[in-house]
């Protein structure tokens, strides 16, 4: 099956927004797509802008489905794909990108895992190759394992357990707001069950999930488009397919009252409250209008919460959060997600003060709704970040990945825009009226420890034991 | 806990110098071996293809009437501009009393002018498709935004209305003090941040560069009036640039640019004076900030590097890119990939306009603070005594000039180098120069560097931490120690 959309150049689309005066320029990359025999599909955009290309190969798991007694699982074993195989033992793979010129990365988040690299366009082919060579088999050794469990032992010191706030808006509040291990559980992993992953996880977890009828590989760059089918038939398409376990349910049961909580922290002296509301499915009438009312309330300083919490009351010192923030954008993951709003506050304001101020401005918005004006103006940021998501190579390989991996399509990446103009001031005032309700959220004031006691408060999040 | 079972050899390290000098030894031995067998590559990976060349931005640089440089890379089709203005003098030129005024200045530059407010200015803004982002550096002031085309000139609307008439409001100077305060808190919660303050207070001692950041006491003295001063002195657009890039014409946005910055006049006195160069003396000697409750030490060795514009400047890039700059260097192989102590070890260049530094960074689990330290001087003296590979000098040779050539592809990233290179004095064309020289570099010229950066001697030690952890731990090193907060 092979789609294509538009030609070799790029095009602007001038379309009259509904309600703006406005017209909202809207911009295309010519896209195209192929489903191997294999099943793995693939996606190029051409962009001649540069000698260069951007990768991202997406997996269709991420840490909402790793086994229960292996939190952090799905990350660490991310980590083993950068160890080596028997063809190419552990340092070739950043030996050949870094030696083409390029940088290589890897991701895992709630669906997915993607595996990016970018580089000038010489490194294309040693770059397809070391992909579909992890693709084929790993190299399972015990002692990579070992080291990479310290490795990602040392991120979650550096970024949980010796960091202040340690990400708690992150891992503790979906572990508060959720009740299902799925969605609820500490996806950076407690050190019990990292500690007691073994290699015939790793194996088991590779040969259930990592299979090319089980990703998306989507390229961006200075290529023609069917050169680079041609080149990824090649080294991809003897790779034969597996059996992937049936996406099982993660739908949660239906949350029926506010959950408050408090925490300490001992490595800061400035509180932070957390704020979750469980978001509408992301294809449901709701969503789009979600993802407004979310930028509504966080995007940057004109933002509702920033004007009034910041300024106004001046009872906060920064507001930051969104749908499916800080793991990514509002429109990739697929499954039960979050509004989540983190606020740092003066330590001369209290959580009530706080709070009270923060409902009045979802009252205003439930009550009022915003103005046409407020509408199009953050929908206009919103399609300018969209479009900075789709600026470089790699970063519109990511989204051209995501995209087809959730729904089978990229059109989205296109489609978002054009979603986001028909957006009216009612449909966000409706939505914030049946989602931002207390009863629909989680709150978790993290304050700091007393001064004067040992408490060892910095403990693992999510309600590690 | 079974981590520390899983590493022996660690435990008994901070019992005394006997044991400490076996470490080292049987280190030595092992990383040399390492060093030496350098797998070949799998036969059938296919090779690199053949290089295109990559291409510099194509600068239009032009000077508006009133002085302002513009400095113009037009980039048709993908919709949006990348705007970035710097003004000469930042951090190191603020009043001696007023130790990083220019943060307070960055913070509220948008909080009002005389027709607008900072709502509005964050709001039309915001209809533009842009943020403001301001920043102090040690030499200069820039605010950035990142806007869609099809809204540039209100952006630019905006952004002159500030840079002319920013009137920094007293209630609003007043909030932004306690607001700043409050952030110096936070900020002090963090590892990396009080790693980089006792950093640059070690190295630059008493010269202003020793300043990252205001305190308490100069944000609580600073008024609305020292603020406009600043800004009146440094604000005048014979002391700045005003770069944009991305999709627009030429000729139209100076146009625009012209219009809009009409009324904005170079005053008649002289600009503020550059400041002297720093004479910087480093003992090897370990800076302890204490941080109770850390589960890691954070460790930074800082020496003096190459400053911008340096003869040495490129060539040093290619002997950090072997030691610690990449993924596939020496030190993230040694202290990650084979032992596990660190999720991100890194080292890197910080270059200003008077000095360079030159640093290696660490976070570590408290067990393994002593034996990061050991190898962490150990790759830096490799790199100050034997020269490097082929393949690690062309590995690291291409990984510069490809890197560059990626990060220069982003709009904001290349407006940002480019106004890094004009208050450097430097012409953009530098972008190309530096990319032939890092190419041209040879193994003799790596080790020249080499010796003459990289020696671990030459470095100060920057431990955060728990401070008995790290003494227990360095104890051992024979090192004088300094607590610095």
Not at chain 1, 217 to 232: H, N, P, R, S
Not at chain 2, 55 to 75: F, I, K, M, Q, Y
Not at chain 2, 198 to 225: C, N, Q
Not at chain 2, 387 to 412: C, F, H, M, N
């Amino acid at each position: 099956m092979k789609f294509t959309v538009g030609k070799f150049c790029f095009f602007l689309l001038l379309v009259a927004a509904l309600s703006y005066p406005a017209p909202a320029q809207q911009w295309k990359a010519p896209t195209s797509m192929k489903k191997l025999s294999n099943g793995l599909i693939v996606v190029v955009s051409e962009d001649h802008s540069a000698p260069t290309f951007g990768l991202c190969i997406s997996y269709g798991i991420g840490f909402r489905l790793e086994p229960e007694g292996r939190t952090g699982f799905a990350h660490l074993f991310e980590h083993m794909m950068f160890e080596g195989t028997p063809n190419a033992p552990k340092g070739v793979l950043d030996r050949v990108i870094e030696g083409g010129g390029g940088n290589n990365n890897g991701d895992t988040r709630y669906d997915h895992t993607e595996y990016i690299e970018t580089a000038p366009i010489s490194a294309l082919d040693p770059v397809l190759w070391i992909e579909a060579d992890r693709l084929k088999t790993l190299d399972f050794s015990m002692k990579n394992l070992e080291n990479q469990r310290n490795v990602v032992e040392e991120e979650v010191r550096v970024n949980v357990l010796n960091s202040p706030y340690g990400l708690f808006y992150a891992i503790d509040l979906p572990g508060k707001a959720f009740d299902t291990y799925p969605n609820a559980h500490n996806f950076y992993g407690d050190f019990h069950d990292l500690d007691a992953a073994k290699i015939e996880d790793v194996k088991k977890f590779y040969e259930q999930y990592y299979a090319p009828n089980n990703a998306v590989l989507a390229i961006v760059g200075d290529v023609q488009t069917d050169e680079v089918f041609t080149k990824v038939d090649k080294y991809f398409s003897a790779i034969p397919p597996r059996n992937v376990p049936p996406r099982p349910k993660v739908e949660e049961p239906t949350q029926s009252a506010e959950r408050r909580s408090v925490e300490t922290d001992k490595l800061t002296k400035v509180p932070a409250l957390a704020i979750g509301y469980r978001m509408p499915p992301r294809h449901s009438p709701d969503a789009v209008a979600a993802a407004v009312a979310g930028e509504l309330l966080h995007n940057g300083q004109a933002s509702r919460l920033y004007q009034m919490l910041v300024k106004e009351k001046q009872v906060a010192l920064s507001v930051d959060g969104g749908v499916n923030w800080p793991l990514g954008t509002p429109f990739e993951f697929n499954g039960p997600a979050l509004m989540t709003s983190f606020i740092v506050y003066p330590t001369s304001v209290t959580e009530d003060q706080l709070l009270a101020a923060f409902d009045a401005n979802i009252r205003d918005l439930i009550d009022k709704g915003p103005s046409q004006q407020d509408v199009d103006r953050v929908v206009t940021k919103m399609r300018s970040d969209w479009y900075g998501n789709l600026e470089n190579p790699i970063d519109r390989a990511s989204a051209l990945s995501h995209a087809t991996l959730f729904d089978g399509s990229f059109d989205l990446v296109y489609q978002i825009p054009e979603d986001l103009a028909k957006v009216t001031p009612a449909q966000v005032r409706a939505f914030a009226a049946k989602y931002l309700v207390a009863t629909n959220r989680t709150v978790i004031n993290r304050v700091p420890a007393p001064k004067d006691k040992d408490q060892d408060t910095a403990k693992q999040p999510g309600g590690a034991q | 806990m079974t981590l520390v079972q899983m590493i022996p050899s660690i435990i008994g390290l901070t019992s005394g110098m006997h044991s400490m000098r076996i470490f080292v030894v049987v280190l030595l031995l092992a990383s040399f071996a390492r060093a030496q067998k350098e797998t070949p590559l799998p036969k059938d990976i296919p090779p690199y293809g053949p290089e295109k060349p990559l291409a510099t931005p194509s600068v239009r640089s032009v000077t508006l009437d009133n002085g302002l440089s513009l400095w113009l890379v037009s980039e048709p089709g993908f919709p949006k501009v990348a705007l970035t203005v710097a003004v000469r003098g930042g951090l190191a030129a603020d009043p001696a009393n007023r130790p990083g005024l220019s943060e307070l200045l960055s913070k509220t530059i948008d909080q009002g002018t005389g027709t607008r407010t900072a709502k509005q200015i964050a709001e039309e803004l915001q209809a533009a498709g842009g943020d403001l982002t301001a920043s102090a550096t040690k030499d200069s002031v820039e605010i950035s935004s990142v806007v869609l085309s099809s809204r540039l000139d209100s952006a630019i609307a905006v952004l002159a209305d500030i840079l002319e008439n920013a009137s920094f409001p007293d209630a609003e100077v007043t909030l932004a003090k306690r607001n700043l305060t409050d952030s110096l808190e936070q900020r002090e919660a963090e590892p990396r941040f009080l790693a980089s303050r006792a950093r640059d207070k070690v190295l630059f001692a008493d010269h202003p560069y020793h300043v990252t950041s205001p305190t308490r006491d100069s944000i609580a003295a600073a008024t609305p009036t020292d603020l406009r001063q600043v800004f009146a002195q440094r604000f005048r657009p014979d002391q700045g640039v005003l770069i944009a890039v991305g999709d627009f014409q030429n000729d139209k946005i100076v146009a625009t640019l012209k219009s809009a910055f009409r009324f904005w006049k170079t005053p008649a006195n002289a600009p503020a004076s550059a400041i002297s160069a720093p004479s910087v003396s480093i003992d090897h000697a370990v800076y302890i900030v204490p941080r109770p409750g850390s589960v890691q030490t954070t460790i930074e060795l800082a020496t003096t590097g190459p400053k911008l514009g340096d003869p040495d400047f490129e060539v040093t890039q290619v002997a950090n890119a072997i030691y610690g700059g990449a993924f596939s260097s020496r030190l993230t192989s040694n202290i990650r990939e084979d032992k596990g102590y660190t999720y991100s070890p890194y080292s890197f260049l910080a270059s200003y306009l008077k000095a360079g530094e030159m640093i290696s960074h660490a976070d570590v689990r408290n067990e393994v603070t002593a034996p990061t330290l050991n190898e962490i001087e150990y790759e830096l003296n490799r790199v100050a005594t034997t020269p490097p590979t082929e393949e690690e000098l062309s590995k690291a040779k291409r990984y510069i000039v490809g890197l560059e050539a990626l990060r220069l592809q982003d709009r904001s990233s290349l407006a940002n180098r480019l106004a890094t290179l004009w208050v450097a004095g430097l012409q953009p064309e530098q972008i190309g120069i530096s990319g032939k020289k890092v190419s041209a570099a040879t193994a003799a010229e790596v080790d020249a560097v080499g010796q003459k950066y990289f020696p671990a001697h030459r470095s100060a030690i920057i431990a955060v931490g728990e401070e008995k952890v790290v003494r227990d731990a360095l104890s051992s090193f024979g090192l004088p120690f300094h607590t610095v907060q």
